[in-house]
């Protein structure tokens, strides 16, 4: 119930965020008419049309983002026939094509219709419909859970149900919008009589959001001029609302909710088959029935993900510790990016991050599933009677963590070395190249930005992102605070962006100690030599571990990169990478 409250909650959100605008046109031009019969009808279609369309894209189907594109097209040929009719619905009958004209004369019937008292529901639920295929709300905090999760786990009735509460909450804001609109549309007509004209204005109002979203200004450029963000409300809607985690996939800075310590440990379930994993490392191929009798530790985990980095040293630390005191640790490598699935970059990660515990492949995300997870880090607890007693998610809570891992070695009857020293429990292992080192949380203003066209936000570059097909950018000279844009000739693909000449760039406006950026070599595993900049000069001091200090380094693996570390004060800056030769990936910033 929480999660559907949640995800109601981020849906009524959604009428202050800049991607409603193209649709709003289509929403107010029938707000003059009764709610009943036609605002409601509008939003029911607009609302079961986006839940499915969501639902079944959220799963990667390319059939289904190809239907929904030319789904997309039909609706925007629609709602120009009705945009048209708004303009002109006596020359729309006469003289447009038939299919025009059987367009206003719908819109036609349905306003006589409501003006006689009877119907129109039938056409305003058809306008919702392809009002429901042209929506495509910003994906907030909130969207980005459920979608992720979804994309994850596959499809299911929950996704599909939080989909539908999301947009049962834009609904509703959107009513109340229509009520105010008819009330203002009403006293208009009455005072000043000047409803032909408003009817209209609408007109115009909804051919040039027609334009808008034909020529992908949508998602562009209302959302660069719009100095309305849901981000920050959303988020503090997953921070306060007290309940369970959403449903979602994500890397995580903050914990779930754990017992609080001392606390009986509540038994949440039993350790789920492993036997979906595609490979193992460091160890044979791992049992839920081979593992009675020890306490285990679940950790997922992905090698590019700056929070697992994080909590690494941690992890690393207690199967060193508790190993020949009953304590089995299996880190669970589930990908994010194509990249991670290569079996031979998880092994040289594995390698350099001096992982010794087993490690189980799950490319097929069969164990993900398994636990029902949602986020990378993730912690498991499993006592020896193969119960799952405690989670823990993302970074953080490593006392408490520890404290756990104990108590159930002492419950199995095992022996404890001595109780570690605090500040050897929160210090955990020498962090590696500095990127293991605990985030400067006070000054994190900064959040994860993937770069592919798939969750990009922020994008600032004139004329958006263009999916993908070879394009040549341009970087403002300015940005504003977490906006990014590339220069130079890249390749925008659903999950990265491809430089397809050399001398491209990337600039992101940022504040926060730590940036990293996830890259890749070009596909024929051929080195790419960057230049980094902070506010246009080498970083020198503030060199992160992969770049030197007058600004040069090389991708040379599939991996994250730390690019700036900034020492002392802490504030916003303009970071910069160029690329002197072709064909890098550049993936997702990172901030710590």
Same mark, same amino acid.
């Given at each position: 119930?929480?999660?559907?409250?949640?995800?109601?909650?981020?849906?009524?959100?959604?009428?202050?965020?800049?991607?409603?605008?193209?649709?709003?046109?289509?929403?107010?031009?029938?707000?003059?008419? +009764? /709610? !009943?019969?036609?605002?409601?009808?509008?939003?029911?279609? =607009?609302?079961?049309?986006?839940?499915?369309?969501?639902?079944?894209?959220?799963?990667?189907?390319? $059939? @289904?983002?190809?239907?929904?594109?030319?789904?997309?097209?039909?609706?925007?040929?629609?709602?120009?026939?009705?945009?048209?009719?708004?303009?002109?619905?006596?020359?729309?009958?006469?003289?447009?094509?038939?299919?025009?004209?059987?367009?206003?004369?719908?819109?036609?019937?349905?306003?006589?219709?409501?003006? %006689?008292?009877?119907?129109?529901?039938?056409?305003?639920?058809?306008?919702?419909?392809?009002?429901?295929?042209?929506?495509?709300?910003?994906?907030? +905090?909130?969207?980005?859970?459920?979608?992720?999760?979804?994309?994850?786990?596959?499809?299911?009735?929950?996704?599909?149900?939080?989909?539908?509460? &999301?947009? !049962?909450?834009?609904?509703?804001?959107?009513?109340?919008?229509? $009520?105010?609109?008819?009330? @203002?549309?009403?006293?208009?007509?009455?005072?000043?009589?000047?409803?032909?004209?408003?009817?209209?204005?609408?007109?115009?109002?909804?051919?040039?959001?027609?334009?808008?979203?034909? =020529?992908?200004?949508?998602?562009?450029?209302?959302?660069?001029?719009?100095?309305?963000?849901? #981000?920050?409300?959303?988020?503090? !809607?997953?921070?306060?609302?007290?309940?369970?985690?959403?449903?979602?996939?994500?890397?995580?800075?903050?914990?779930?909710?754990?017992?609080?310590?001392? %606390?009986?440990?509540?038994?949440?379930?039993?350790?789920?088959?492993?036997?979906?994993?595609?490979?193992?490392?460091?160890?044979?191929?791992?049992?839920?029935?081979?593992?009675?009798?020890?306490?285990?530790?679940?950790? /997922?985990?992905?090698?590019?993900?700056?929070?697992?980095?994080?909590?690494?040293?941690?992890?690393?630390?207690?199967?060193?510790?508790?190993?020949?005191?009953?304590?089995?640790?299996?880190?669970?490598?589930?990908?994010?990016?194509?990249?991670?699935?290569?079996?031979?970059?998880?092994?040289?990660?594995?390698?350099?991050?001096?992982?010794? &515990?087993?490690?189980?492949?799950?490319?097929?995300?069969?164990? $993900?599933?398994? /636990?029902?997870?949602?986020?990378?880090?993730?912690?498991?607890?499993?006592?020896?009677?193969?119960?799952?007693?405690?989670?823990?998610?993302?970074?953080?809570?490593?006392?408490?963590?520890?404290?756990?891992?104990?108590?159930?070695?002492?419950?199995?009857?095992?022996?404890?070395?001595?109780?570690?020293?605090?500040?050897?429990? =929160?210090?955990?292992?020498?962090?590696?190249?500095?990127?293991?080192?605990? #985030?400067?949380?006070?000054?994190?203003?900064?959040?994860?930005?993937?770069?592919?066209?798939?969750?990009?936000?922020? /994008? %600032?570059?004139?004329?958006?992102?263009?999916?993908?097909?070879?394009?040549?950018?341009?970087? +403002?000279?300015?940005?504003?605070?977490?906006?990014?844009?590339?220069?130079?000739? $890249?390749?925008?693909?659903?999950?990265?962006?491809?430089?397809?000449? %050399?001398?491209?760039?990337?600039?992101?406006?940022?504040?926060?100690?730590?940036?990293?950026?996830?890259?890749?070599?070009?596909?024929?595993?051929?080195?790419?030599? &960057?230049? @980094?900049?902070?506010?246009?000069?080498?970083?020198?001091?503030?060199?992160?571990?992969?770049?030197?200090?007058?600004?040069?380094?090389?991708?040379?693996?599939?991996?994250?990169?730390?690019?700036?570390?900034?020492?002392?004060?802490?504030?916003?800056?303009?970071?910069?990478?160029?690329?002197?030769?072709?064909?890098?990936?550049?993936?997702?910033?990172?901030?710590?």
């Amino acid at each position: 119930m929480f999660l559907l409250v949640l995800a109601y909650l981020g849906g009524v959100l959604t009428i202050l965020s800049p991607c409603i605008l193209p649709v709003l046109p289509f929403v107010f031009a029938r707000s003059d008419r +009764p /709610f !009943l019969r036609s605002g409601l009808p509008l939003l029911v279609g =607009m609302t079961l049309m986006f839940a499915v369309v969501a639902s079944l894209a959220a799963v990667g189907s390319q $059939w @289904v983002a190809q239907a929904n594109q030319i789904g997309r097209w039909i609706a925007l040929v629609v709602m120009a026939v009705f945009a048209l009719a708004l303009l002109w619905p006596s020359l729309a009958n006469r003289l447009l094509s038939p299919f025009q004209r059987l367009g206003a004369r719908l819109s036609a019937s349905a306003d006589a219709a409501s003006d %006689a008292g009877r119907g129109g529901v039938g056409t305003s639920l058809l306008i919702g419909i392809a009002t429901g295929l042209l929506w495509a709300p910003c994906a907030g +905090p909130i969207l980005g859970l459920i979608l992720t999760g979804a994309a994850l786990n596959g499809a299911s009735v929950g996704t599909s149900g939080l989909l539908l509460a &999301y947009a !049962l909450g834009a609904a509703t804001s959107l009513a109340l919008a229509i $009520w105010i609109g008819g009330r @203002v549309f009403a006293a208009l007509k009455q005072r000043l009589g000047v409803g032909e004209w408003i009817r209209r204005a609408l007109g115009v109002a909804a051919l040039l959001a027609v334009v808008a979203i034909g =020529m992908g200004w949508d998602t562009v450029v209302l959302t660069r001029l719009s100095t309305v963000s849901t #981000a920050k409300l959303e988020q503090g !809607l997953l921070d306060v609302l007290p309940g369970q985690e959403p449903a979602a996939g994500g890397s995580m800075m903050m914990m779930a909710a754990n017992a609080p310590a001392g %606390a009986p440990l509540p038994v949440e379930g039993t350790l789920p088959s492993l036997a979906g994993a595609t490979g193992w490392l460091n160890s044979p191929p791992l049992s839920a029935e081979s593992l009675r009798g020890k306490v285990v530790l679940v950790d /997922f985990w992905t090698y590019s993900c700056i929070n697992c980095l994080r909590a690494m040293p941690y992890v690393r630390e207690w199967a060193e510790r508790y190993r020949d005191h009953g304590l089995v640790v299996i880190g669970v490598h589930a990908p994010e990016f194509a990249f991670e699935r290569s079996l031979g970059n998880v092994q040289r990660a594995v390698k350099d991050l001096k992982v010794t &515990y087993p490690v189980a492949i799950d490319n097929d995300f069969a164990i $993900w599933r398994g /636990f029902n997870n949602r986020y990378w880090p993730a912690h498991y607890f499993i006592d020896a009677e193969g119960r799952i007693r405690a989670h823990h998610f993302g970074e953080g809570n490593y006392a408490q963590s520890e404290q756990i891992i104990r108590q159930l070695l002492r419950d199995a009857g095992n022996t404890l070395p001595d109780e570690p020293a605090q500040a050897m429990a =929160m210090a955990g292992a020498a962090p590696r190249d500095g990127i293991e080192q605990q #985030a400067d949380m006070r000054n994190l203003k900064s959040p994860e930005t993937y770069l592919g066209h798939a969750r990009a936000q922020s /994008f %600032a570059s004139p004329g958006g992102q263009q999916p993908d097909r070879a394009t040549d950018y341009t970087a +403002p000279a300015t940005l504003r605070l977490n906006q990014w844009a590339l220069g130079g000739r $890249w390749t925008v693909g659903e999950e990265d962006a491809h430089l397809d000449a %050399a001398g491209g760039r990337i600039a992101f406006r940022f504040h926060a100690r730590d940036l990293h950026l996830v890259l890749a070599p070009a596909v024929d595993g051929t080195p790419v030599r &960057y230049r @980094v900049r902070i506010d246009g000069q080498p970083p020198g001091a503030a060199a992160g571990g992969d770049v030197s200090a007058d600004g040069s380094g090389q991708v040379g693996e599939h991996r994250l990169y730390q690019l700036i570390r900034q020492r002392g004060d802490v504030r916003e800056r303009t970071f910069e990478i160029e690329f002197l030769d072709p064909g890098v990936h550049a993936y997702a910033f990172t901030f710590g």
